[in-house]
């Protein structure tokens, strides 16, 4: 018998979120600032804003201020994915210079490219303005991306992995993002 409730963990403080259906476990990554001017990174303060739903279904754990290097990034990432052993994986990225949410298609290493098996055309239907992205940027975004498609590839798992980058977070666009947001968690959770 399912329990009621999941509690939700972000840097220590605990969120009790009630359920009724079967649950899936979400793990949620973001980064640290990497520029003088960046007062935060937008992927955190997605994250800060996600762990504030109160009607989401679902287990959902935060893996939050990752370092801005690939290697640190990606081998944090993937233990965390070993130690909780997620239905799903969202790694959150800031991009400064696009203006809405965007899901990326691929991460490539030289020449090897992987592709997320998700359908993102079907994930995204309905969304308010979100895109789908084929360029993860060529920088630890795009590294840790590839790190977490290539280990969910090569162990077999058959949980989903996806990035989203997302845009400076403002009045006036951060109702739709965070819409968009839980729209593709609660897709994500039903395939």
């Not at 992205?133 to 975004?141: D, E, M, P, R, Y």
């Not at 993002?177 to 395939?191: C, F, G, P, Q, S």
Request: proline content about 4%.
């Amino acid at each position: 018998m399912l329990p009621s409730s999941v509690s939700c963990r972000l840097n220590g403080l605990s969120k009790t979120h009630n359920f009724s259906s079967v649950m899936s476990h979400i793990l949620l990554t973001s980064f640290q600032t990497w520029l003088p001017h960046q007062q935060s990174n937008s992927s955190d303060d997605l994250l800060e804003e996600v762990a504030k739903l109160e009607s989401f279904p679902h287990s959902l754990t935060f893996l939050r201020h990752l370092p801005v290097d690939i290697a640190q990034a990606s081998q944090r990432a993937i233990a965390k994915i070993n130690e909780l052993q997620p239905d799903i994986i969202i790694c959150c990225g800031m991009a400064e210079s696009r203006r809405q949410l965007s899901v990326e298609s691929n991460a490539s290493l030289g020449d090897t490219v992987l592709k997320t098996p998700v359908d993102l055309e079907r994930l995204l239907d309905s969304s308010i303005d979100t895109t789908i992205s084929h360029n993860a940027g060529k920088f630890v975004c795009e590294g840790l991306y590839y790190s977490v498609l290539n280990y969910l590839q090569k162990n077999e798992l058959k949980k989903h992995g996806l990035f989203v980058h997302v845009p400076i977070l403002t009045r006036n666009n951060m109702a739709e993002v965070l819409t968009d947001v839980e729209l593709i968690m609660h897709r994500l959770t039903a395939l």
